[in-house]
C-alpha cells in the first residue's frame, strides 16, 4: 500500500536530513570557531557591500509595489498554463472546449494588460 510513496518520503526524509545537517554544521563550526564575537565590523549594516547612504525606513514609491503585485499576478496566471496544456494533450475529445477556454483566459489577461498599461502603472519614472 505504502509501495508508491515510498520516493517520495524518501526524498522528503532526506531534504529533511540534509537541511537539519547544515543547519548543525553551521552551528558547530561558529561554535568550534569561535565566530560568534560581536565586533563592529559585524555589527554594521552590510548591503550589497557598499555602506548604507540613506536611513533603511524611507518611503518607496508606490509603483515600485504596484510593479511587484503585477509580476506576481502574470506569474500566477502563467502557471495556470501547465496544466491546461497538460489536459489539452490528454483530452482529445473536449480539445474544443479547452480551447475557447483558454481564448477566454488570454483575451481576460491581455484586456487586464493593456488596462494597466494604459493607466501608466508600467512607466517608470
Known amino acids: 500500500m505504502l509501495k508508491p510513496y515510498l520516493p517520495?518520503?524518501?526524498?522528503?526524509?532526506?531534504s529533511l536530513l540534509n537541511a537539519v545537517g547544515m543547519l548543525?554544521?553551521?552551528?558547530?563550526?561558529?561554535w568550534a570557531l569561535r565566530l560568534w564575537r560581536k565586533?563592529?565590523?559585524?555589527?554594521?549594516?552590510?548591503?550589497?557591500?557598499?555602506?548604507?547612504l540613506v536611513d533603511s525606513r524611507e518611503?518607496?514609491?508606490v509603483k515600485f509595489y504596484l510593479v511587484a503585485v503585477l509580476f506576481i499576478i502574470f506569474d500566477v496566471e502563467a502557471v495556470f498554463l501547465i496544466p491546461w496544456a497538460a489536459a489539452f494533450h490528454q483530452l482529445t475529445s473536449l480539445r474544443g472546449l479547452l480551447m475557447?477556454?483558454?481564448?477566454?483566459?488570454?483575451?481576460?489577461?491581455?484586456a487586464?494588460?493593456?488596462y494597466v498599461w494604459k493607466r501608466g502603472a508600467l512607466e517608470w519614472d
Open 112 to 114: 487586464g494588460y493593456v
Open 59 to 61: 518611503r518607496f514609491s
Open 100 to 110: 475557447a477556454e483558454m481564448v477566454a483566459f488570454m483575451v481576460i489577461l491581455v
Open 24 to 30: 548543525a554544521t553551521s552551528h558547530l563550526a561558529s
Open 8 to 14: 517520495v518520503l524518501f526524498i522528503l526524509g532526506l
Open 39 to 52: 565586533t563592529p565590523t559585524k555589527l554594521a549594516p552590510y548591503e550589497s557591500g557598499m555602506p548604507v
